[in-house]
């Protein structure tokens, strides 16, 4: 998630499937428990946790936990591969589930993103 200077919100979203260790599965190992001391991250090459394919949706939606801020600009790639072990280890930290369930599209548009 992203805020600009002017308070505008942009999501990239990476949905996330068992499967194969990936990249994201290194990260996901040094998440910090909800309000938990910060840690340090070592560097990554951030390409390496989008999908290969980079296909992306783009639509104007809204965060999915609270307060559900209206107006958030969401880009959507394709399915990345986490562990299983990763997927526990997740649900294991936010017992509560951490995002409401998806909503219905209410009108809203989805645009591919073209490659460039």
Known sequence: MHRSAEGKLLVVGVPLVVGAH???DDVLAHLAPECGAPVDVEPIDLGRLLPAGHHTLHYTGSLTTAPFTEGVEWYLTGEQHV??????RFRGMFSAGNAR???PLNGRALVEVPRI
Do not use: C, D, P
């Open 22 to 24: 990936s990249a994201v």
């Open 83 to 88: 562990t299983a072990a990763s997927v526990a």
């Open 101 to 103: 369930q998806a909503q």
